[in-house]
């Protein structure tokens, strides 16, 4: 299990830029079941989404608390998807566009829902690698 924070991919001009894609082509021959992406959530307005990417590839995802998505084709998971790999990416979209700009600050996160959502995370993480240990053991 990795943990990763990447930054700043917006602002690069390539298809993957250094960050996701970066990590991604460094790890392409490791068996990299799942991506939990923990992009742009928290929010102190909007609605807070789980974008599934290849769901298909993933055991059952239910019990989410949150309205499940298709995978939208941006954010720090993109790398992951080109490759292949299933991702969750937990996120909250804010009507006023509250990120990457002036506005954007540490007062804009509700951290009350930030850590209701990570502990989603976590039971998620929990519930998919106990299903992916116990079809790797069949």
């Known amino acids: 299990m990795d943990f990763a924070a990447f930054g700043a991919e917006e602002y690069i001009p390539k298809d993957f830029p250094p960050g996701s894609g970066d990590y991604v082509e460094k790890h392409r021959n490791e068996n990299i079941r799942f991506l939990l992406n923990f992009d742009s959530c928290g929010l102190c307005l909007g609605e807070t989404t789980l974008q599934l990417g290849f769901p298909d590839k993933l055991p059952e995802t239910t019990g ?3 309205r499940v ?17 299933p991702t969750l990416w937990y996120r909250t979209d804010s009507p006023y566009k509250n990120i990457h700009n002036k506005t954007d600050s540490i007062e804009k996160i509700n951290m009350e829902l930030l850590s209701n959502i990570i502990l989603e995370g976590k039971n998620m993480f ?3 690698t106990t299903a992916i240990n116990k079809e790797m053991k069949q």
Request: hydrophobic fraction near 30%.
């Open 64 to 66: 989410s608390k949150y």
């Open 126 to 128: 929990e519930h998919l």
């Open 69 to 85: 998505t298709e995978y939208s084709g941006a954010g720090d998971d993109k790398a992951f998807h080109a490759a292949g790999i």
